[in-house]
T-cell receptor, first 112, second 117 residues
Framework: QKEVEQNSGPLSVPEGAIASLNCTYS??????FFWYRQYSGKSPELIMF????GDKEDGRFTAQLNKASQYVSLLIRDSQPSDSATYLC????????????FGKGTKLSVKP | GAVVSQHPSWVICKSGTSVKIECRSL??????MFWYRQFPKQSLMLMAT?????????EQGVEKDKFLINHASLTLSTLTVTSAHPEDSSFYIC?????????????FGNGTRLTVT
């Protein structure tokens, strides 16, 4: 059973701090990794994706991938109250038609 | 680009009735669409994979006769919840990606909140 694991949180950080979200996955053959943000009652929206080992930066967001450790993380710099949401880590289900397997999500709360 | 539209956003129905949810790819053709379900405080779980012009593939534990999927065109997939019961109340979300981009992100519709009374 392919799995994606995340700490459910809640993770609470003060406004302006760095939020660090972590994710591990079980399928060593996974090649594509995604972070989605989901506000309560809403559909997931894509934050970042990463395919290669190392860091990928987009504005205040940095995704980090370590395939050897089967670990992917998301850093949010200068956290804002509007970043308060559940962050979902996802990988493509290899051998399938391309559906995503999601972690249970980490709930982030940014305190003003 | 890659916009997925889902309708309705929410629906309330009585137990025993059927509900149809539509998922459209607005600016691309989607030979494959994915239907997810999310119960409160849980993550998204794949229900089925919808394939244009052929039968859908259902995940283990999902009743194909209860959750009817029709993918009659390259831009439309429908999910019909038949004989709905209160335990079917959930958030149903469809998704798709642009063709030829297997490793790219999935784009999600806005979801349908189903409440069965």
């Amino acid at each position: 059973q392919k799995e994606v694991e995340q700490n459910s949180g809640p993770l609470s950080v003060p406004e302006g701090a760095i939020a660090s979200l972590n994710c591990t996955y079980s399928d060593r053959g996974s090649q594509s990794f995604f972070w989605y943000r989901q506000y309560s009652g809403k559909s997931p929206e894509l934050i970042m994706f990463i395919y290669s080992n190392g860091d990928k930066e987009d504005g205040r967001f940095t995704a980090q991938l370590n395939k050897a450790s089967q670990y992917v993380s998301l850093l949010i710099r200068d956290s804002q109250p509007s970043d308060s949401a559940t962050y979902l880590c996802a990988v493509i289900n290899g051998g399938s038609q391309g559906n995503l397997i999601f972690g249970k999500g980490t709930k982030l709360s940014v305190k003003p | 680009g890659a916009v997925v539209s889902q309708h309705p956003s929410w629906v309330i129905c009585k137990s025993g009735t059927s509900v149809k949810i539509e998922c459209r790819s607005l600016d691309f053709q989607a030979t494959t669409m994915f239907w997810y379900r999310q119960f409160p405080k849980q993550s998204l779980m794949l229900m089925a994979t919808s394939n244009e012009g052929s039968k859908a593939t259902y995940e283990q534990g999902v009743e194909k006769d209860k959750f009817l999927i029709n993918h009659a065109s390259l831009t439309l997939s429908t999910l019909t919840v038949t004989s709905a019961h209160p335990e079917d109340s959930s958030f149903y979300i469809c998704s798709a990606r642009s063709p030829g981009e297997f490793y790219s992100p999935l784009h999600f519709g806005n979801g349908t909140r189903l409440t069965v009374t």
